[in-house]
């Protein structure tokens, strides 16, 4: 029998043929993104299902086509199931059309997801902007949940403008949390905002979380990647204490279609979570 969480809850037959999943509660984050809680209609699946923080799913809208998202909530919490959905083409349209009740197919859990055997007895460091908070939050409420096994949190989260910040439920609690230090960032504010301008990479060199026994976990734009990874050296973080989710465009999510190779990684099977020391030979390249 395997262990292997990745492949224990693939269908037996055929490992395409999505599980049904019914869509329970959504939530519009901003204006182009949103929320859905959904769980599966087997209700043993519903009982036995976990994941690790990081792992992604191919979820699909009947009739129009199949999709790549991490699940954005934590293994800890287990009553259901989140993805976040920014709207960009096809099948993200199709997902949004989705009403409370609606129901769509999920494969998954997949990809390797984050090392947090690893992280234990850490200071952990992490840097997200905009939706790039969606896998990070799975990982962020794994770790509240299981406190006494981490040392020092931060938290450095940005957005384009105050309406793009996502998760603002999460930014209040985590704000809130004397066990966290959570800085949160717009590269503009409005009339309303009173909290921090700047770009995320420069406000985490203002943070200037040390690197001593600690690891930077990072997720957001390419852009926002290819100048927070500079700043971590500089604050003294080696490539080997710095950690990523990529997204590259997918198919089968399973190492068989060779669509999402960097280099000589499968982005589905040997992430999406990289280390920097993985990657950093051609990140420049991909982002
Ligand atoms: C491991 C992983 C995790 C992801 N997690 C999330 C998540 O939590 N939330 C979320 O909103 N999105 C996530 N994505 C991105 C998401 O998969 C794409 O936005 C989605 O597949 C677009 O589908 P579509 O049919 O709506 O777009 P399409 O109609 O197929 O394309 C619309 C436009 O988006 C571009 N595009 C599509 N997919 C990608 C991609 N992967 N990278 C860059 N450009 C792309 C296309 O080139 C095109 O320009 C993730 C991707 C990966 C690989
Ligand atoms: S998506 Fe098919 S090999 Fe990665």
Same mark, same amino acid.
């Given at each position: 029998m395997t262990t292997d969480? $990745?492949?224990?809850?693939?269908?037996?037959?055929?490992? *395409?043929?999505?599980?049904?999943?019914?869509?329970?509660?959504?939530?519009?984050?901003?204006?182009?993104?949103? #929320?859905?809680? &959904?769980? /599966?209609?087997? !209700?043993?699946?519903? !009982? !036995?299902?976990?994941f690790k923080p990081g792992q992604f799913g191919e979820y699909s809208v009947f009739g129009i086509g199949e999709a790549t998202f991490c699940i954005s909530s934590s293994p800890t919490r287990r009553d259901h199931l989140e993805f976040a959905v920014q709207r960009v083409g096809k099948v993200t349209n199709a997902l949004h059309r989705l009403d409370v009740g609606s129901e769509m197919g999920f494969r998954g859990p997949y990809g390797n997801g984050f090392p947090l055997d690893s992280f234990a007895g850490k200071n952990l460091v992490f840097v997200a902007g905009g939706i790039g908070l969606a896998p990070l939050r799975s990982l962020i409420w794994n770790v509240i949940d299981d406190r006494d096994k981490y040392e020092k949190i931060d938290i450095v989260y940005g957005a384009r403008s105050p309406a793009d910040l996502c998760f603002k439920y999460d930014l209040d609690a985590w704000g809130n949390d004397s066990s966290i230090n959570m800085v949160t960032t717009v590269d503009k504010g409005d009339a309303s905002w009173t909290g921090r301008e700047g770009f995320v990479p420069q406000v985490l060199e203002q943070a200037a979380p040390s690197a001593r026994n600690a690891v930077a976990i990072v997720c957001g734009p390419p852009i926002m990647i290819?100048? #927070?990874?500079?700043?971590?050296?500089?604050?003294?973080?080696?490539?080997?204490?710095? &950690? #990523? #989710?990529?997204?590259?465009?997918?198919?089968?999510?399973?190492?068989?279609?060779?669509?999402?190779?960097?280099?000589?990684? *499968?982005?589905?099977?040997?992430?999406?979570? /990289? $280390? /920097?020391?993985?990657?950093?030979?051609?990140? $420049? $390249? !991909? *982002?």
């Open positions: 969480v $990745s492949q224990r809850f693939l269908a037996r037959d055929n490992v *395409y043929l999505p599980h049904i999943a019914v869509i329970e509660k959504i939530i519009d984050e901003t204006p182009g993104v949103v #929320t859905l809680h &959904f769980n /599966f209609k087997d !209700e043993k699946l519903r !009982e !036995e299902f976990t290819r100048f #927070t990874f500079p700043v971590l050296e500089k604050l003294g973080f080696t490539p080997e204490q710095m &950690f #990523t #989710t990529l997204e590259k465009r997918m198919k089968c999510g399973i190492g068989k279609c060779g669509r999402c190779n960097i280099g000589n990684l *499968y982005v589905c099977r040997d992430g999406p979570v /990289f $280390s /920097f020391a993985q990657i950093k030979g051609f990140i $420049s $390249s !991909e *982002y």
